[in-house]
Nanobody, 116 residues
């Protein structure tokens, strides 16, 4: 069974930090490009960051550059997103997504709430 399980979300104060994790199982994690996507209340999906299969190529939305780091650990079949200096308008459900030429998979999401 294919699974992507996000964790690490929660309530954080503005300018605080969180580290999200996405644990993959049921498919060959190292063969998939990975990305984080978020959805704020009442809004559409918003791409956050992406990492290629080799882990050497990473991409960030302009709003995330300089304060976020995406990474992956193939030994643990897990992807991470370190987010710093979080802002209230970044309150959203954060999803991880795995993509190959043939298949793509979504996790169930983890809630991030930025509020004082």
């Amino acid at each position: 069974e294919v699974q992507l399980v996000e964790s690490g979300g929660g309530l954080v104060q503005p300018v605080g930090s969180l580290r999200l994790s996405c644990a993959a199982s049921g498919f060959t994690f190292s063969n998939y490009d990975m990305r984080w996507v978020r959805q704020a209340p009442g809004k559409g999906l918003d791409w956050v960051s992406a990492i290629k299969t080799d882990g050497g190529s990473t991409y960030y939305a302009d709003s995330m550059k300089g304060r976020s780091t995406i990474s992956r650990d193939h030994a643990k079949n897990t992807m991470f997103l370190q987010m710093n200096d979080l802002k209230p308008d970044e309150t959203a459900v954060y999803y991880c997504h795995a993509n190959s030429d043939t298949y793509n998979y979504w996790g169930q999401g983890t809630q991030v709430t930025v509020s004082s």
